[in-house]
């Protein structure tokens, strides 16, 4: 059975998150949580802070996103999103977030010299964190 669908972009200020169809999306509003289906109004609004669910033939994808706008119409939907994530990301984030105040702890109480190596490494572990693939 074919159901209806509309074409989904989320996009950041870095890089495209998400593109494809959808048969539902849910989302957090800044007025409240939208649910979106295919033939929606027209409509413009703010995108709050929370979980995006895109429903879609090929299952659930979720998204973590920071703050933005929501362009929705009868046929696609484009998120405009300061900050948007897929939801596997969230944890590598609180695990890098948790291993670097864990070093930070330990730096305290080390040489000079072992701290410069600490931060060389942590600056390459950085730099490879910012390399997100687009969906």
Do not use: C
Request: glycine content about 8%.
């Amino acid at each position: 059975m074919n159901l209806p669908s509309l074409r989904l972009q989320i996009v950041t200020p870095e890089a495209r998150v998400f593109e494809g169809e959808a048969h539902f999306v849910e989302l957090p509003g800044v007025e409240g949580h939208l649910g979106i289906y295919p033939g929606h109004v027209r409509l413009v609004t703010g995108l709050g802070a929370g979980e995006i669910r895109v429903h879609s033939a090929e299952g659930l994808a979720s998204f973590v996103a920071l703050g933005g706008y929501v362009e929705i119409d009868p046929e696609r939907m484009t998120i405009l999103a300061l900050f948007a994530s897929p939801e596997e990301e969230k944890i590598q984030i609180e695990e890098a977030i948790r291993r670097a105040k864990s070093a930070l702890e330990m730096a305290e109480n080390q040489p000079p010299e072992q701290v410069q190596d600490d931060l060389a490494w942590l600056r390459i572990e950085l730099a490879r964190g910012k390399k997100r693939p687009v969906i």
